[in-house]
């Protein structure tokens, strides 16, 4: 023994000579993944599983929640249980959660794996505790709780383990401490025009928290706009530090880079965005539009670069953005219905993703998708800081753009507005020469009809005037034709 140790410290026995050749392998393996089992819901009427919680001590273990999301669309007679299955043992669940209304949302609590944490249907946040079977522990009052739908629910991490949050398409997202469960330690309301009025909240359909950032949270709305949030604000309106553009519709997948937590992966309408905190305008880079829609996403634990996407026509996409952007790495039909979602184990060789019919597909990875490549942190932290800097000067130019129309705008108006004084100025003058020239021809008659009235009328003459003339024209008469008589002879 003494032997071995000395010759330990002279030299490392245990190193390993050809670890690069098996990451020449590794690189040089097509990526693949192959089915390892299937869990489908037992009960005869199929429900959709809708969310997925590996168990985190060894991951043996995995809760599916059950439920139908068409609104007042469920069956008669359709069960409300959720279930927990073992890996090994897909015939029968393991055990079985019965809440009051069907969950949307459960997960395990990563400091004590026999706690579950469940959001219900109608609203309400429910507690398991596996030791004690499979009815509720603890279940918030419907007074206080959630009005719509609970899509988020996620563990807190704090010292007691019993802390956690929601979010429902109602507009709230809750604190919630489960040894308390009457009512909710806070509320913030998720209205960005920061008058905290509910009737303008935006409905929240996912949920983000990455521990190493204990007072930020992100929340995905319905109406496919990205709400940052700090906790720790003095205001509810000032705890909605900002907003992206995000998508055309509701943001099914929100989760920030395990590596990188200043990027974040979202999915929405037909596309998966990568994002950065420091660009807020758009996207750095993004998937091409499929013709299916995408309903789920999650980066890989092992690879920074590397993410999953769930589509409805039943397909699971593998994408290796260092290696590949314009397509997946690798494509793979997993079911007929729709993938509702995916999660993805702590190890990154193992991906559940659960169906419309409630049918949950285990599928192991190659170890090319989940093996840390040579300097791959460093290539994928280059490039997402090269796309940020490019979106960033993008930005900037459209910044510019925006401006230059703006003052267009402006010096258009500006023109217009001489146009119009000029206009208005030739009104004026026109009115003043009309009136000017009125008032003339008004004083010239005036003046016409004073000097007619000053005008002395002609007096008549008098009957004897009259007769008198009469007489004297006769008179000058006969004395012409006197004239002209002599004049004859």
């Known amino acids: ?44 009427i199929k429900r959709a599983a809708t969310h997925l919680s590996w168990h985190p001590d060894g991951n043996r273990k995995l809760a599916v929640a059950y439920s139908c999301l068409d609104f007042q669309r469920a069956p008669v007679g359709m069960s409300s249980d959720s279930y927990i299955w073992d890996l090994e043992n897909p015939n029968k669940p393991e055990l079985a959660l019965k809440p009051s209304s069907p969950l949307v949302t459960l997960e395990f609590n990563p400091k004590d794996s026999h706690v579950l944490l469940g959001g219900c249907y109608n609203g309400q946040i429910a507690c398991w505790d596996t030791r004690k079977g499979s009815l509720v522990a603890e279940l918030s009052t419907i007074e206080f709780s959630h009005r719509d739908p609970v899509y988020g629910t996620i563990w807190l991490q704090s010292k007691t383990g019993t802390e956690c949050f929601s979010a429902s398409t109602d507009g709230q997202v809750m604190w919630w401490d489960i040894r308390k469960m009457s009512e909710p330690t806070e ?29 930020k949270f992100m929340v995905g709305t319905e109406q496919g706009i990205i709400i940052s949030c700090n906790r720790k604000a003095k205001t509810s309106a000032e705890k909605i530090v900002c907003t992206f553009p995000g998508h055309h519709g509701p943001i099914y997948a929100l989760q920030r ?101 409630g049918t949950t597909t285990l599928l192991e990875v190659s170890p090319g998708l989940s093996t840390l490549q040579r300097n791959e942190k460093n290539v ?74 000053l005008t002395p009328m002609p007096q008549q003459p008098s009957p004897e005037e009259d007769q008198a003339v009469e007489d004297g024209e006769e008179a000058a008469g006969e004395g012409k034709s006197e004239e002209v008589e002599e004049d004859l002879a």
Not at 190 to 213: C, R
Not at 332 to 348: H, M, S, T, Y
Not at 402 to 417: F, I, S, V
Not at 429 to 434: L, Q, Y
Request: aromatic share 10%; charged share 35%; glycine share 2%.
């Open 1 to 44: 023994m003494e032997h071995c140790i000395k010759q330990n410290n002279a030299i490392d026995i245990y190193e390993e000579y050809f670890n690069d050749e098996e990451a020449v392998e590794v690189m040089e393996e097509a990526p693949s993944a192959k089915t390892i089992n299937v869990f489908r819901d037992p009960q005869e």
């Open 187 to 215: 509320v913030v309301i998720m209205d960005i025009t920061k008058k905290e009025q509910l009737e303008n909240a935006l409905g929240a359909i996912s949920l983000e928290f990455e521990s190493t950032l204990p007072t």
């Open 257 to 357: 880079n395990p590596f990188y937590p200043k990027n974040f992966l979202t999915v929405g309408d037909w596309t998966a965005r990568i994002w950065s905190e420091d660009s807020r305008e758009s996207s750095i880079m993004w998937t091409k539009y499929h013709m299916a829609y995408l309903t789920d996403a999650a980066w890989s634990p092992i690879r920074p670069a590397v993410f999953f996407t769930t589509k409805m026509d039943g397909t699971l996409d593998i994408w290796d953005f260092v290696f590949k952007q314009c397509d997946p790495a690798l494509s793979l039909k997993v079911c007929d219905e729709a993938l509702f979602c995916l999660r993805v184990q702590d190890n990154g060789c193992f991906i559940a993703c659960g169906s419309q019919l």
């Open 380 to 453: 994928a932290s280059s490039m997402f800081e090269r796309e940020t800097r490019r979106e960033k000067i993008l930005e900037a130019r459209h910044r510019e753009m925006r401006l230059k129309e703006k003052g267009k705008a402006e010096g258009r108006d500006e023109e217009q507005t001489d146009e119009d004084l000029a206009i208005d100025l030739e009104v004026l003058v026109s009115r003043a020469e009309e009136e000017f020239f009125d008032i003339i021809f008004a004083e010239l008659k005036k003046k016409e009809a004073d000097a007619i009235k």
